[in-house]
């Protein structure tokens, strides 16, 4: 399993799940929710699954009567609900350190 890596695109995804830790999203829902397109979060729905920070299922329909295909909605793992919000936290502390170390130390006049 594992800790996917922190890009800025799979923090963005795990916000907007962290947003309603308890509820499901497609993949449509959640790419407007994280301001990505498409096909760059199904990569990131993936991984996140493989570590088992998501479980996904099919939406139960007729694609024929309701005249579009079924949806795969995702949520978080309790695990997953944890774990990322571990990584956020984690991602956000690196975040502060790294704008500290940049600026200037001292004072020059």
């Known amino acids: 399993m594992g800790e996917p890596r922190m890009t800025l695109a799979t923090r963005a ?4 799940f962290l947003a309603g830790p308890a ?3 497609y993949g449509l829902q959640i790419a407007e ?7 760059t979060i199904y990569p990131i729905l993936i991984r996140l699954e493989q570590c088992g920070w998501l479980e996904s299922r099919w939406e139960d329909i007729d694609p024929q ?3 579009r295909p079924q949806r795969r909605y995702y ?3 309790q695990q997953g609900a944890q774990a990322a919000t571990a990584a956020m936290t ?3 502390s ?3 350190r ?3 170390a940049a600026r200037p130390q001292g004072g020059a006049a």
């Open 13 to 16: 995804v795990l916000s907007a």
């Open 75 to 77: 949520r978080l793992s």
């Open 98 to 100: 790294t704008f500290l």
């Open 23 to 25: 509820d499901e999203h």
């Open 65 to 67: 009567e309701e005249g």
């Open 94 to 96: 690196r975040k502060r």
């Open 33 to 39: 929710a994280a301001d990505l397109p498409g096909g």
């Open 90 to 92: 984690k991602a956000g």
